[in-house]
T-cell receptor, first 108, second 113 residues
Framework: GIQVEQSPPDLILQEGANSTLRCNFS?????LQWFHQNPWGQLINLFY???GTKQNGRLSATTVATERYSLLYISSSQTTDSGVYFC??????????FGTGTSLTVIP | NAGVTQTPKFQVLKTGQSMTLQCAQD?????MSWYRQDPGMGLRLIHY???????DQGEVPNGYNVSRSTTEDFPLRLLSAAPSQTSVYFC????????????FGPGTRLTVT
Protein backbone atom coordinates (compact mmCIF):
# COMPACT_ATOMS: atom_id res chain seq x y z
CA GLY A 1 0.00 0.00 0.00
CA ILE A 2 0.86 3.66 -0.13
CA GLN A 3 3.40 4.97 2.42
CA VAL A 4 2.58 8.11 4.41
CA GLU A 5 5.31 9.79 6.44
CA GLN A 6 4.75 12.67 8.82
CA SER A 7 7.32 14.95 10.39
CA PRO A 8 8.27 15.88 12.96
CA PRO A 9 7.01 13.01 15.13
CA ASP A 10 6.94 15.21 18.22
CA LEU A 11 6.77 18.95 18.68
CA ILE A 12 6.73 21.12 21.80
CA LEU A 13 5.80 24.78 21.38
CA GLN A 14 5.43 27.78 23.59
CA GLU A 15 1.96 29.29 23.39
CA GLY A 16 1.86 31.87 20.62
CA ALA A 17 4.50 30.20 18.45
CA ASN A 18 3.97 29.08 14.85
CA SER A 19 4.65 25.62 13.42
CA THR A 20 4.65 23.65 10.19
CA LEU A 21 3.79 19.97 10.01
CA ARG A 22 4.68 17.94 6.93
CA CYS A 23 3.11 14.90 5.25
CA ASN A 24 4.90 13.04 2.44
CA PHE A 25 3.23 10.26 0.48
CA SER A 26 4.70 7.70 -1.86
CA UNK A 27 2.20 7.63 -4.74
CA UNK A 28 -0.48 9.65 -6.47
CA UNK A 29 -3.59 10.15 -4.35
CA UNK A 30 -7.19 11.19 -4.98
CA UNK A 31 -7.88 12.57 -1.53
CA LEU A 32 -6.00 14.02 1.42
CA GLN A 33 -7.32 15.01 4.82
CA TRP A 34 -5.76 16.47 7.96
CA PHE A 35 -7.21 15.47 11.32
CA HIS A 36 -6.62 16.57 14.89
CA GLN A 37 -6.96 13.89 17.55
CA ASN A 38 -7.63 15.65 20.82
CA PRO A 39 -6.47 14.33 24.20
CA TRP A 40 -9.82 12.54 24.59
CA GLY A 41 -9.21 10.55 21.43
CA GLN A 42 -11.75 12.25 19.21
CA LEU A 43 -10.78 12.71 15.55
CA ILE A 44 -11.70 16.13 14.24
CA ASN A 45 -11.67 17.02 10.54
CA LEU A 46 -9.40 19.97 9.86
CA PHE A 47 -9.03 20.07 6.10
CA TYR A 48 -10.00 18.13 3.03
CA UNK A 49 -7.24 19.20 0.66
CA UNK A 50 -6.20 16.93 -2.25
CA UNK A 51 -4.53 19.96 -3.85
CA GLY A 52 -4.13 23.69 -3.39
CA THR A 53 -4.31 25.83 -0.27
CA LYS A 54 -7.03 26.35 2.31
CA GLN A 55 -7.26 28.44 5.44
CA ASN A 56 -9.47 28.17 8.50
CA GLY A 57 -8.72 30.71 11.19
CA ARG A 58 -5.23 30.13 12.58
CA LEU A 59 -4.79 26.94 10.57
CA SER A 60 -3.95 26.61 6.93
CA ALA A 61 -2.90 23.74 4.69
CA THR A 62 -1.21 23.36 1.33
CA THR A 63 -0.98 20.24 -0.80
CA VAL A 64 1.36 19.96 -3.77
CA ALA A 65 0.05 16.75 -5.31
CA THR A 66 2.63 16.63 -8.11
CA GLU A 67 5.43 16.60 -5.52
CA ARG A 68 3.53 14.31 -3.14
CA TYR A 69 3.49 16.37 0.02
CA SER A 70 1.17 18.42 2.17
CA LEU A 71 1.86 21.00 4.86
CA LEU A 72 -0.24 22.06 7.82
CA TYR A 73 0.50 25.47 9.32
CA ILE A 74 -0.53 26.41 12.84
CA SER A 75 -0.10 30.05 13.76
CA SER A 76 -0.28 31.66 17.20
CA SER A 77 -0.61 28.24 18.83
CA GLN A 78 -2.85 27.76 21.86
CA THR A 79 -2.88 25.04 24.52
CA THR A 80 -6.09 23.69 22.97
CA ASP A 81 -4.08 22.88 19.83
CA SER A 82 -2.32 20.09 21.74
CA GLY A 83 -2.91 16.56 20.51
CA VAL A 84 -1.90 14.44 17.57
CA TYR A 85 -2.21 15.62 13.99
CA PHE A 86 -2.77 12.99 11.32
CA CYS A 87 -2.52 13.15 7.59
CA UNK A 88 -4.60 10.59 5.68
CA UNK A 89 -4.45 9.95 1.95
CA UNK A 90 -7.05 8.22 -0.17
CA UNK A 91 -6.26 6.25 -3.30
CA UNK A 92 -9.69 4.84 -4.20
CA UNK A 93 -13.13 5.65 -2.87
CA UNK A 94 -12.99 5.46 0.89
CA UNK A 95 -9.71 3.54 1.30
CA UNK A 96 -7.52 5.87 3.33
CA UNK A 97 -3.97 5.39 4.58
CA PHE A 98 -2.85 7.26 7.67
CA GLY A 99 0.54 8.55 8.71
CA THR A 100 1.80 7.91 12.24
CA GLY A 101 1.04 11.47 13.28
CA THR A 102 2.75 14.48 14.81
CA SER A 103 2.26 14.80 18.56
CA LEU A 104 2.00 18.49 19.45
CA THR A 105 2.26 19.86 22.98
CA VAL A 106 1.65 23.57 23.50
CA ILE A 107 2.84 24.87 26.85
CA PRO A 108 1.53 28.09 28.40
CA ASN B 1 -28.18 14.89 13.06
CA ALA B 2 -26.05 12.61 15.28
CA GLY B 3 -23.36 11.96 12.65
CA VAL B 4 -21.43 8.71 13.22
CA THR B 5 -22.21 6.88 16.45
CA GLN B 6 -20.42 3.87 17.95
CA THR B 7 -21.32 1.54 20.78
CA PRO B 8 -20.05 0.52 23.21
CA LYS B 9 -17.48 3.14 24.25
CA PHE B 10 -15.47 0.62 26.27
CA GLN B 11 -15.37 -3.18 26.31
CA VAL B 12 -13.26 -5.84 28.04
CA LEU B 13 -13.28 -9.35 26.58
CA LYS B 14 -11.60 -12.59 27.49
CA THR B 15 -9.59 -14.43 24.86
CA GLY B 16 -11.89 -16.51 22.67
CA GLN B 17 -15.05 -14.50 23.33
CA SER B 18 -17.00 -12.96 20.49
CA MET B 19 -18.63 -9.57 20.21
CA THR B 20 -19.99 -7.04 17.77
CA LEU B 21 -18.99 -3.38 17.66
CA GLN B 22 -21.84 -1.25 16.40
CA CYS B 23 -21.56 1.69 14.03
CA ALA B 24 -24.38 3.80 12.65
CA GLN B 25 -24.59 7.00 10.63
CA ASP B 26 -27.57 9.21 9.82
CA UNK B 27 -26.03 11.24 6.98
CA UNK B 28 -27.08 8.85 4.19
CA UNK B 29 -23.41 8.24 3.35
CA UNK B 30 -22.84 5.30 1.04
CA UNK B 31 -19.26 4.62 2.16
CA MET B 32 -18.39 3.26 5.62
CA SER B 33 -15.12 1.98 7.05
CA TRP B 34 -13.62 0.44 10.16
CA TYR B 35 -10.15 1.35 11.42
CA ARG B 36 -8.06 0.29 14.37
CA GLN B 37 -5.58 2.52 16.18
CA ASP B 38 -2.75 1.03 18.19
CA PRO B 39 -0.50 3.05 20.54
CA GLY B 40 1.91 5.34 18.69
CA MET B 41 0.45 4.46 15.34
CA GLY B 42 -1.91 5.92 12.85
CA LEU B 43 -5.20 4.33 11.95
CA ARG B 44 -5.22 1.19 9.82
CA LEU B 45 -8.13 0.16 7.62
CA ILE B 46 -9.78 -3.14 8.58
CA HIS B 47 -12.82 -3.40 6.28
CA TYR B 48 -14.85 -1.00 4.22
CA UNK B 49 -18.16 -0.87 2.38
CA UNK B 50 -19.18 1.09 -0.71
CA UNK B 51 -22.89 0.49 -0.19
CA UNK B 52 -25.48 -1.85 1.26
CA UNK B 53 -24.56 -5.45 0.50
CA UNK B 54 -21.00 -4.63 -0.62
CA UNK B 55 -17.95 -5.01 1.62
CA ASP B 56 -14.24 -5.48 1.06
CA GLN B 57 -11.02 -6.00 3.01
CA GLY B 58 -8.60 -3.29 4.01
CA GLU B 59 -5.01 -3.51 5.30
CA VAL B 60 -5.63 -5.63 8.43
CA PRO B 61 -8.81 -7.74 7.95
CA ASN B 62 -7.79 -10.96 9.70
CA GLY B 63 -9.93 -11.86 12.71
CA TYR B 64 -12.77 -9.50 11.78
CA ASN B 65 -16.02 -9.87 9.84
CA VAL B 66 -18.38 -7.20 8.57
CA SER B 67 -21.73 -6.98 6.84
CA ARG B 68 -23.77 -4.08 5.49
CA SER B 69 -27.47 -4.86 5.30
CA THR B 70 -28.57 -1.21 5.47
CA THR B 71 -27.05 2.12 4.45
CA GLU B 72 -27.05 3.28 8.08
CA ASP B 73 -25.36 0.39 9.91
CA PHE B 74 -21.96 -1.26 9.57
CA PRO B 75 -21.23 -3.66 12.45
CA LEU B 76 -17.78 -5.17 13.06
CA ARG B 77 -17.65 -8.70 14.46
CA LEU B 78 -14.84 -10.34 16.37
CA LEU B 79 -15.55 -14.07 16.24
CA SER B 80 -12.82 -15.23 18.65
CA ALA B 81 -11.06 -12.32 20.35
CA ALA B 82 -7.28 -12.38 20.78
CA PRO B 83 -5.03 -10.08 22.87
CA SER B 84 -3.58 -8.73 19.60
CA GLN B 85 -7.00 -7.19 18.93
CA THR B 86 -6.68 -4.88 21.94
CA SER B 87 -7.01 -1.49 20.30
CA VAL B 88 -9.21 1.53 19.76
CA TYR B 89 -11.67 1.01 16.93
CA PHE B 90 -13.01 3.86 14.83
CA CYS B 91 -15.84 3.81 12.33
CA UNK B 92 -16.01 6.39 9.54
CA UNK B 93 -18.43 7.31 6.80
CA UNK B 94 -18.09 9.34 3.63
CA UNK B 95 -20.05 10.38 0.59
CA UNK B 96 -19.01 10.52 -3.05
CA UNK B 97 -20.81 13.85 -3.42
CA UNK B 98 -18.47 15.27 -0.75
CA UNK B 99 -15.45 13.75 -2.50
CA UNK B 100 -15.16 10.99 0.12
CA UNK B 101 -14.32 13.39 2.96
CA UNK B 102 -14.35 11.08 6.00
CA UNK B 103 -16.26 11.67 9.23
CA PHE B 104 -15.31 9.61 12.27
CA GLY B 105 -17.22 8.24 15.22
CA PRO B 106 -15.96 8.65 18.81
CA GLY B 107 -14.28 5.24 18.94
CA THR B 108 -14.56 2.03 20.97
CA ARG B 109 -11.73 1.09 23.32
CA LEU B 110 -11.43 -2.71 23.40
CA THR B 111 -9.24 -4.70 25.76
CA VAL B 112 -8.80 -8.46 25.32
CA THR B 113 -7.29 -10.27 28.31
Amino acid sequence: GIQVEQSPPDLILQEGANSTLRCNFSDSVNNLQWFHQNPWGQLINLFYIPSGTKQNGRLSATTVATERYSLLYISSSQTTDSGVYFCAVGVAGNQFYFGTGTSLTVIP
Amino acid sequence: NAGVTQTPKFQVLKTGQSMTLQCAQDMNHEYMSWYRQDPGMGLRLIHYSVGAGITDQGEVPNGYNVSRSTTEDFPLRLLSAAPSQTSVYFCASSYRGQRYEQYFGPGTRLTVT
